[in-house]
T-cell receptor, first 118, second 111 residues
Framework: GAGVSQSPSNKVTEKGKDVELRCDPI?????LYWYRQSLGQGLEFLIY????????KSGLPSDRFSAERTGGSVSTLTIQRTQQEDSAVYLC????????????????FGPGTRLTVL | RKEVEQDPGPFNVPEGATVAFNCTYS??????FFWYRQDCRKEPKLLMS???SGNEDGRFTAQLNRASQYISLLIRDSKLSDSATYLC????????????FGTGTKLQVIP
């Protein structure tokens, strides 16, 4: 079946511009996560969605970052007035609740969007 | 103290060697544990879950020590294709199962 997809795969932008990154989770997965990974670094949690709501936004680094999810499916991460330190790979992952309401926690990742801010 | 800590490595081992990685976690309420593998410039992928009793999948063995709050991954008979970064992942309750990734341990298997 189809996995998590992200677009664009690469984005080069100029400092100060806004960018939108898109994530299509696996069909039926209710949980969606955004992470970013700078070169040679670990994953940095940004935000978590359960359905269309975001109960945990604690990882968003500044108010320039926002995200939304519609229809319990596609999510968009928006970065306004991009800065050079925003350059990183932005990864999206989805997971689902297995039968009985137990969290499976297994996260399936998309290929990421490599953002370069010049 | 970081919630999940790993030795970044790199671990350089010859083909056929046995190598072990440890990962420590700080929150005793953590409930679920995983090892993910991330190849260079690729997304992380689940390698295996870690169960209290320990579990094995082919050449890979995972162990959990709740008392000392660490998990381990043992790779036997290393292959060149095992070269990757291994991420320790810990999940704990928090309204939802909050998941924290370690920064990873890099393994390089050399011929």
């Amino acid at each position: 079946g189809a996995g998590v997809s992200q677009s664009p795969s690469n984005k080069v932008t100029e400092k100060g511009k806004d960018v939108e990154l898109r994530c299509d989770p696996i069909s039926g997965h209710t949980a969606l996560y955004w992470y970013r990974q700078s070169l040679g670094q670990g994953l940095e949690f940004l935000i978590y969605f359960q359905g269309n709501s975001a109960p945990d936004k604690s990882g968003l680094p500044s108010d320039r970052f926002s995200a939304e999810r519609t229809g319990g499916s596609v999510s968009t991460l928006t970065i306004q007035r991009t800065q050079q330190e925003d350059s990183a790979v932005y990864l999206c992952a989805s997971s689902s609740i297995i039968a009985g309401g137990t969290w499976t926690d297994t996260q399936y990742f998309g290929p990421g969007t490599r953002l370069t801010v010049l | 103290r970081k919630e999940v800590e790993q030795d970044p490595g790199p671990f350089n081992v010859p083909e056929g060697a046995t190598v072990a990685f440890n990962c420590t976690y700080s929150n005793s309420a953590s409930q679920s544990f995983f090892w993910y593998r991330q190849d260079c410039r690729k997304e992380p992928k689940l390698l295996m879950s870690v169960y209290s009793s320990g579990n094995e999948d082919g050449r890979f063995t995972a162990q959990l020590n709740r008392a000392s709050q660490y998990i381990s991954l043992l790779i036997r008979d290393s292959k060149l294709s095992d070269s990757a970064t291994y991420l320790c992942v810990v999940a704990r309750p928090g309204g939802y199962q909050k998941v924290t990734f370690g920064t990873g341990t890099k393994l390089q298997v050399i011929p």
